[in-house]
């Protein structure tokens, strides 16, 4: 006896309804953010997704695409999200990049690393992790950053000055970048002057130019350089705190 | 792998499975999707205290079917301690006569009035279509006893279809 034909398809949007009410889920805040409100999920691994607005069914649906989780609101935010918000310094933050390629992880951990009113460029990334030559790859990677923001991705500008490209587009980038003190029509500036590094001649020390070091040096005192190898030539060693040449840890 | 990476993945491939033994256990849409619900929640559950060692070696379709057979039984259970109150069954002959449906509902009607006994070796074997073996480690019995428990049903179902 031939039984096979009660085979039935499931109702429509089952696998749905299941989803939404059984299976991981991460905890969400709405918090304040450098440009407007933030939907900030989280999870005992850390902070794994942030997105723009308020918009509860948006956020399920991005979490449900990207981490293949649910989501529920609360109201406490993961310990130290409201202080890294505000400052800038986000140490001590743990993130949940479990769905990430190692690749895409040591680019995000890279971004972390630059100071809050500062900017590095896509080759500067690219050398932090050890792969200078995959300068485009960075990009791509920093464009699919789940935590914008709070991982500073806004960090990251093109190496002839311009701003570049972002996430949720180049205008909130810019207008995250001059909330945290950066003089972004210095950056394009020296951007398209071809300035990459600047050095100060009573230290002989060059830096990225918006090391908050490099900043305190008079124009009298500043030196320009096109390369790492025109400042080495003139005699300058690299910066300890702006690690202007970074090599791979 | 990870539960909480698993748990998705599971639900996306074994719904239909699940739903289908849901479905032809009770016979009734509703009740099917509850007891769906009620089949994943508990395997999230079971999931999240398991070693990845056992997550591996798990053959996720059989397991499911299992939990969903244990979920009906113990619904039913619980049902024959408390009296119903509303209709009897709502696949019962009177309310929802046999005639008149195409061949694979008079089928499932059927199907869904065998004999608890019978009907979930019946369901499991020729409609999910897990091994005897699997049946057997579901029910918890013999596989000559799951045999002959499918044998006599698929019995009851010939008689039924040669009077309707």
């Given at each position: 006896?031939?039984?096979?034909?009660?085979?039935?398809?499931?109702?429509?949007?089952?696998?749905?309804?299941?989803?939404?009410?059984?299976?991981?889920?991460?905890?969400?805040?709405?918090?304040?953010?450098?440009?407007?409100?933030?939907?900030?999920?989280?999870?005992?691994?850390?902070?794994?997704?942030?997105?723009?607005?308020?918009?509860d069914d948006a956020l399920a649906r991005q979490v449900r695409i990207r981490l293949d989780r649910g989501v529920r609101r609360v109201q406490k935010p993961p310990a130290?999200?409201?202080?890294?918000?505000?400052?800038?310094?986000?140490?001590?933050?743990?993130?949940?990049?479990?769905?990430?390629?190692?690749?895409?992880?040591?680019?995000?951990?890279?971004?972390?690393?630059?100071?809050?009113?500062?900017?590095?460029?896509?080759?500067?990334?690219?050398?932090?992790?050890?792969?200078?030559?995959?300068?485009?790859?960075?990009?791509?990677?920093?464009?699919?950053?789940?935590?914008?923001?709070?991982?500073?991705?806004?960090?990251?500008?093109?190496?002839?000055?311009?701003?570049?490209?972002?996430?949720?587009?180049?205008?909130?980038?810019?207008?995250?970048?001059?909330?945290?003190?950066?003089?972004?029509?210095?950056?394009?500036?020296?951007?398209?002057?071809?300035?990459?590094?600047?050095?100060?001649?009573?230290?002989?020390?060059?830096?990225?130019?918006?090391?908050?070091?490099?900043?305190?040096?008079?124009?009298?005192?500043?030196?320009?350089?096109?390369?790492?190898?025109?400042?080495?030539?003139?005699?300058?060693?690299?910066?300890?705190?702006?690690?202007?040449?970074?090599?791979?840890? | 792998?990870?539960?909480?990476?698993?748990?998705?993945?599971?639900?996306?491939?074994?719904?239909?499975?699940?739903?289908?033994?849901?479905?032809?256990?009770?016979?009734?849409?509703?009740?099917?999707?509850?007891?769906?619900?009620?089949?994943?929640?508990?395997?999230?559950?079971?999931?999240?205290?398991?070693?990845?060692?056992?997550?591996?070696?798990?053959?996720?379709?059989?397991?499911?079917?299992?939990?969903?057979?244990?979920?009906?039984?113990?619904?039913?259970?619980?049902?024959?301690?408390?009296?119903?109150?509303?209709?009897?069954?709502?696949?019962?002959?009177?309310?929802?006569?046999?005639?008149?449906?195409?061949?694979?509902?008079?089928?499932?009607?059927?199907?869904?009035?065998?004999?608890?006994?019978?009907?979930?070796?019946?369901?499991?074997?020729?409609?999910?279509?897990?091994?005897?073996?699997?049946?057997?480690?579901?029910?918890?019995?013999?596989?000559?006893?799951?045999?002959?428990?499918?044998?006599?049903?698929?019995?009851?179902?010939?008689?039924?279809?040669?009077?309707?």
């Open positions: 006896m031939d039984l096979t034909g009660l085979r039935t398809a499931a109702p429509a949007g089952l696998v749905d309804r299941i989803l939404a009410t059984t299976g991981p889920a991460d905890d969400w805040v709405l918090v304040d953010g450098p440009a407007g409100e933030l939907m900030v999920a989280f999870n005992e691994h850390g902070i794994s997704y942030v997105l723009a607005g308020d918009d130290g999200l409201v202080p890294a918000l505000r400052t800038g310094r986000t140490r001590g933050l743990r993130f949940d990049l479990r769905g990430r390629t190692p690749f895409e992880q040591a680019v995000l951990r890279a971004a972390l690393r630059i100071p809050r009113g500062e900017v590095r460029s896509y080759a500067w990334v690219a050398a932090a992790i050890g792969k200078p030559g995959a300068v485009r790859a960075v990009g791509s990677a920093l464009g699919r950053n789940p935590v914008p923001v709070v991982i500073p991705c806004h960090r990251v500008v093109r190496a002839d000055g311009r701003i570049g490209d972002y996430v949720w587009g180049g205008a909130v980038k810019r207008t995250i970048l001059r909330g945290e003190g950066l003089d972004i029509d210095e950056v394009e500036r020296l951007g398209s002057a071809g300035v990459v590094f600047t050095g100060s001649d009573t230290t002989r020390i060059f830096c990225v130019p918006t090391c908050k070091d490099a900043r305190r040096t008079t124009a009298a005192h500043t030196v320009s350089f096109r390369n790492a190898a025109a400042a080495a030539a003139a005699g300058y060693r690299p910066c300890l705190h702006c690690d202007p040449v970074p090599t791979a840890a | 792998m990870d539960a909480d990476l698993l748990f998705p993945r599971l639900v996306r491939a074994h719904t239909a499975d699940v739903w289908t033994t849901a479905l032809r256990l009770t016979g009734s849409h509703a009740d099917a999707e509850d007891l769906v619900q009620e089949v994943f929640t508990s395997a999230w559950s079971s999931l999240q205290t398991w070693s990845p060692d056992r997550i591996d070696a798990l053959r996720p379709r059989a397991w499911l079917v299992t939990i969903t057979l244990n979920a009906w039984r113990n619904g039913l259970r619980s049902q024959s301690r408390r009296p119903q109150t509303g209709p009897l069954l709502d696949h019962d002959a009177a309310v929802h006569p046999v005639d008149g449906l195409d061949e694979d509902e008079r089928l499932g009607e059927l199907v869904a009035r065998l004999p608890e006994a019978y009907r979930a070796p019946v369901v499991l074997r020729h409609v999910v279509g897990l091994s005897y073996a699997e049946i057997a480690a579901a029910l918890d019995c013999p596989p000559g006893t799951v045999k002959a428990q499918v044998s006599r049903g698929l019995a009851l179902l010939r008689k039924e279809l040669s009077w309707t």
